[in-house]
């Protein structure tokens, strides 16, 4: 949606900033209590995911979004189930 100039642009403008700033204070909380939960993974838990040859999927939800929020390199792996070609 293109604004044009008129006295409506403040009215609109106002209004998003105040939607914004709503779903900000209510997500701001729940933010500061995921990365909490997220210090309290430790080295033992990471090794106990690893050995595990298909996680739960909860689990596999959570190492997905630590990969979101690392953006770790990808890293390629070699397909034994098909053919080379």
Do not use: H, Y
């Amino acid at each position: 949606m293109l604004l044009s100039r008129n006295s409506a642009n403040p009215k609109i403008a106002e209004s998003i900033q105040k939607e914004c700033g709503d779903a900000l204070t209510k997500t701001l909380p729940e933010l500061k209590s995921t990365i909490k939960l997220f210090e309290t993974i430790k080295k033992e838990d990471i090794d106990l995911v690893k050995t595990m040859r298909s996680p739960w999927e909860p689990i596999r939800l959570t190492l997905e979004v630590i990969a979101i929020i690392n953006r770790p390199k990808p890293i390629t792996i070699k397909d034994v189930t098909s053919p080379p070609g």
